[in-house]
């Protein structure tokens, strides 16, 4: 695979079924138009077939007579997603919202007419919003400035939050013309919608005590449809994802269990809240069962719930009893992802239909019907026919004799290879049994790629996730080069000429061992990293309770945790790259250890993208995507070349 080559990475999104029907949003990158491109596809026993034509439509939602599609578009780069409306049968799509800000996923009512979906509302003269009627709307450089009183003001990717809150509505798809009102007030942001059996109320999450205070606490709330004060239905022991209603009122939903501000390394469980009940149950077990909560809301299935399960580098389809209590993950019936990363799923009657992603692939549509599983497409072609190196499954044992897992991908030929040490973001992240576009690129290049899941990933138990609170750098350290060793014991891997790199905390991981380890490798690649905890604190969107959580408050313990620290023992050329407009690992983090860096006389550059945010590599423009891998090729090429001088 090369870097041009994301264009052939086609991604299927989370389906949609009901009857005959069945949809998915496929996207792929454009290069030329420097954006990603997505549109709606029916899915049938023939294979797949255009059933929109906008340049970008996604979320499909079928009503529940089965007679409409409500979904998502997008026309022009500088457009809002706005809520269309189509017949399930085909014809003219009807747009229903136009809000200045654009609409989140419609939500059918059981009536198969009204829709509700949350939107962010901008105050009166921002976002391009005029302050008063007549008026024009303010440049966004001649907006008046914001007066921010609390932690919680901005979020990367998003934007700042205070002043666009995110609101309730519910429109009428018959009745056209109206403005609708939202159905909650400004203070606080709402999410998740979804209707009560009955269609009269609508339960959101929303963050405790109505966003009152600073919190990580969500609950869900109960809204009436017609408008009203919103009602506490479920108080939760941390947080709410994604609630559904059973026919009988029972609810369920994510959520992790937390005191305070100590949210992070914690796995999502499946709970439930039923009629008639004080207080919500944990049906899954708190160590072993980590639900993805990103494949799409739990799903009822007779007496069963399904969700999807992080393990072991899987994301797997699992049915959860509804009277289980404390499940453990080898109870749960494995229906589909057993290495493989299901992306999200949607269930009617007894078939679900499936987004699946392996190995060779970006992700597939399945459909389960009893005992048989069905693959409906071959969307992984394209990217296939590019060249699509197998990934070998690799363990090690820690110097501590922990186990560690993760996975190999060689290039063609014999070697020795250069190997490329590569480290993923989180930390409480994984790579996954799925294609992995980074490990291709590299490994078409000619380098060896180590991919692991050292303690601090998620999918390998709490505990595993929870090791390194308090402890970055250690453990987890330990367990990638342990892996490194295993993968340079091979005769066609080469352990002396190795390079280290990653992005986020695999930035700042890489940073460590340049600093601790550095006499290991010929050089180093950090990117969007956090190298110092104590700027961190104040300058990220998280960093007031998530690097306070792994690393303390303590001026001590931050700067023994802090890569900075040690700038002054990293002799390797390092690559400090980042993007302008990252919120999550402020710029700052980068130009700080650049400096370090300068002034020790080592080789560095600083690589610095204009107009992204943190996911750059993930969901950044698509010609910055190809530039960024290009300028790793080129860093590798002068530091780590593939054949020997």
């Known amino acids: 695979m090369r870097p041009a080559d994301i264009e052939s990475l086609v991604t299927p999104g989370r389906p949609a079924l009901r009857g005959d029907l069945l949809l998915t949003a496929v996207s792929l990158p454009d290069l030329d138009g420097n954006a990603t491109l997505s549109t709606l596809r029916a899915i049938g026993g023939n294979g797949d077939t255009a059933w929109t034509h906008g340049e970008r439509d996604s979320s499909p939602a079928i009503s529940p007579d089965g007679r409409w599609v409500a979904f998502l578009r997008v026309s022009g780069h500088a457009a809002r997603p706005q809520i269309h409306v189509i017949p399930a049968g085909g014809g003219d799509a009807r747009q229903v ?13 059981p009536d198969s007419r009204h829709l509700a979906f949350t939107a962010r509302v901008p105050e009166p003269g921002r976002y391009g919003v005029a302050l008063a009627e007549g008026e024009e709307a303010p440049e966004a450089d001649a907006e008046a400035p914001r007066r921010i009183t609390r932690y919680d003001y901005r979020i990367d990717n998003t934007g700042f939050l205070r002043d666009r809150p995110s609101r309730l509505f519910v429109i009428d798809t018959v009745t056209e013309g109206r403005e609708p009102e939202p159905l ?32 990580l606490n969500t609950d869900l709330y109960s809204v009436p449809a017609t408008g009203g004060a919103p009602e506490l239905v479920v108080r939760t022991r941390g947080t709410a994802v994604r609630p559904v209603i059973a026919a009988d009122g029972a609810i369920f939903y994510y959520g992790s269990e937390f005191e305070g501000l100590h949210e992070v390394a914690r796995n999502s469980g499946l709970w439930t809240a039923e009629p008639g009940t004080s207080s919500p149950r944990r049906l899954t077990d708190t160590e072993t069962v980590d639900c993805a909560e990103a494949a799409g809301p739990p799903a009822v299935r007779g007496d069963d719930v399904l969700v999807v399960v992080r393990t072991r580098g899987a994301a797997q389809l699992r049915a959860v009893p509804r009277t289980a209590t404390g499940a453990k993950l080898d109870t749960l019936t494995l229906l589909s992802g057993e290495k493989a990363a ?17 190995p060779a692939d970006a992700g597939e549509i399945l459909l389960l019907a009893g005992d048989t599983t069905t693959r409906l497409t071959d969307f992984g072609a394209a990217i296939r026919g590019k060249g699509v190196l197998p990934a070998e499954e690799l363990t090690a044992t820690a110097p501590d004799g922990y186990p560690v897992h993760g996975w190999l991908v060689l290039p063609e030929g014999e070697g020795p290879h ?7 973001g989180g930390p409480f992240a994984a790579y996954e049994w799925s294609l992995f576009d980074e490990a291709q690129v590299y490994a078409a290049a000619g380098y060896a790629v180590v991919l692991g899941n050292p303690r601090g990933s998620a999918g390998y138990g709490q505990a595993h ?27 066609d891997v080469d352990g002396t000429r ?16 340049a600093a601790h380890h550095g006499h290991r490798f010929t050089a180093a690649w950090s990117e969007r990293a956090v ?8 300058s990220s969107d998280i960093g007031w309770y998530f690097g306070v959580d792994y690393v303390g408050t303590d001026p001590a313990g931050q700067r023994d945790r802090s890569p900075l620290t040690y700038a002054h023992r990293i002799t390797i050329p390092f690559a400090v790259v980042h993007s302008e407009q990252d919120w999550r690992c402020p710029l700052e983090q980068a130009q700080r250890m650049f400096v370090a860096l300068k002034k020790n006389g080592t080789e560095t550059e600083l690589l610095l993208f204009p ?35």
């Open 97 to 109: 919202t136009w809000l200045p800000l654009g609409a989140d996923e419609p939500v059918w009512a």
């Open 531 to 538: 190298n110092a905890f104590d700027s961190f604190e104040g």
């Open 342 to 358: 299901v992306r999200g799923f949607a269930v009617d009657g007894e078939r679900v239909a499936l987004a699946q992603a392996g």
């Open 418 to 424: 250069p190997v490329l040490l590569v480290v993923h």
């Open 498 to 513: 190795a390079g280290v790199m990653g992005g986020s905390y695999g930035g700042f991981m890489t940073s460590w061992l």
């Open 611 to 645: 107009g992204e945010g943190h996911e750059l590599s993930r969901s950044g423009k698509p010609r910055h995507r190809v530039q960024r891998f290009e300028a790793v090729l080129d860093w590798w090429r002068r530091h780590l070349p593939v054949n020997r001088p």
């Open 184 to 215: 909650t007030d400004a203070a606080a942001d709402v999410s998740h919608p979804v209707w009560t059996p009955d269609g009269t109320r609508v339960v959101v999450v929303a963050p405790r005590d109505w966003d009152a205070v600073e919190t």
């Open 465 to 491: 996730g929870r090791a390194i609170i308090g402890g970055f750098g250690t453990v987890d350290a330990d367990d990638l080069l342990a892996l490194l060793d295993a993968a340079v014991e091979r005769s």
